[in-house]
């Protein structure tokens, strides 16, 4: 009896709270968006120079305030990297990286925004190209396979500046007029955008996209909640079987695709060879052996750079991920999501 009334009194409570908490929600949002369009606004105005001291102050500043953040980045790299950066200064000097590189790429690809094809194709050289023309000849489609590593916001401006049909999977803010505005943006630099969720209408239109021999870009270093256990730095992570599934599914080549920056900041983007999928008899069994494969990817690209990952993308603390807690989503069902698209 007990039990229940407490229950009943956090759902009145939190019947109470929802007006106030959607008006504060909506206060934000109309706040970043006033914020973003004058600052989209006034940046042609802005010296560059200007504005690298600007993104330099702030990534300072926020690397101080947001310790929260900076802690459990600390506590990945320890977990993951402890042979390789044994020392806590080691390890603190690899997350203060990552976090400049984060600001740098804002400052990047906010500079680059307003500014003509030919500048853009310059700015970011490409290693690999073939390998994409020759994945897109095949008439089926691109996945390509990235991750929160490096400039990944410029590589759809990149591939859409050299005419590439770019798509990306984005997750979108939980306001529409917000997520409006940034689809806005991403247009006018040449990239349309397709909503994770819901994730029926996401495999259609990733599915559209395909089949009109687009590349779509999947950012897929989000170990915390997924189908497949994987290891990952050697911890067990749960991974999305997404990526796989469309794969194989729509014979689609998968490429790794990352933008770097070398010491001088230069960029380049990165374009492997598609990767070849496992394929049998057994649709469950592939899924899960090509979300490893595929991770195999993502691990040795970050191990090349681990001072431009931004760290927070699986478990910490050594907590069991939830995926493990509860009985996965069996293979079989992703499939007939995309079938039944």
């Not at 690899?94 to 740098?104: L, M, P, Y």
């Not at 690809?109 to 307003?114: F, G, K, L, Y």
Request: net charge positive; glycine share 6%; with cysteine.
């Amino acid at each position: 009896m007990a039990r229940k009334k407490k229950r009943k009194t956090r759902f009145r409570v939190k019947r109470l709270l929802n007006p106030i908490v959607d008006s504060l929600d909506w206060l934000r949002y109309r706040l970043g968006e006033y914020c973003l369009r004058g600052f989209m606004r006034m940046l042609p105005w802005i010296p560059f120079r200007v504005f690298s001291v600007i993104t330099s102050v702030v990534g300072r500043a926020t690397f101080a305030i947001l310790w929260r953040y900076r802690a459990r980045m600390e506590q990945n790299l320890a977990m993951a990297m402890a042979d390789q950066l044994p020392s806590p200064e080691e390890r603190r000097a690899v997350i203060r990286k990552a976090w400049r590189n984060f600001a740098q790429g804002i400052l990047e690809t906010s500079s680059i925004m307003h500014a003509p094809k030919e500048k853009v194709l310059a700015a970011v050289p490409i290693e690999g190209e073939d390998h994409l023309k020759q994945a897109l000849a095949k008439g089926k489609g691109v996945i390509a396979l990235s991750a929160h590593l490096g400039n990944f916001t410029m590589i759809g401006i990149r591939l859409a500046a050299a005419g590439y049909p770019f798509i990306a999977l984005v997750k979108q803010p939980r306001d529409r007029r917000f997520a409006r505005l940034m689809d806005d943006y991403r247009a006018k630099v040449g990239i349309k955008t397709v909503s994770a969720k819901p994730r029926r209408e996401a495999v259609r239109g990733v599915l559209k996209a395909l089949r009109a021999n687009g590349v779509v870009l999947v950012i897929a270093d989000e170990f915390k909640s997924g189908g497949v256990e994987v290891e990952f730095f050697g911890l067990p992570s749960p991974a999305p079987r997404g990526p796989a599934t469309l794969a194989l599914r729509t014979g689609a080549a998968t490429l790794p695709m990352f933008l770097t920056r070398d010491s001088r900041d230069r960029l380049t983007l990165h374009i492997e060879p598609e990767i070849e999928l496992i394929e049998s008899n057994e649709l469950e069994d592939d899924v899960a052996a090509n979300t490893v494969l595929f991770t195999r990817h993502l691990e040795a690209m970050v191990r090349r750079y681990p001072d431009q990952w931004n760290w927070l993308g699986f478990h910490r603390d050594g907590a069991k991920p939830r995926a493990g807690r509860r009985k996965s989503r069996p293979a079989q069902q992703a499939s007939r999501d995309v079938m039944s698209s």
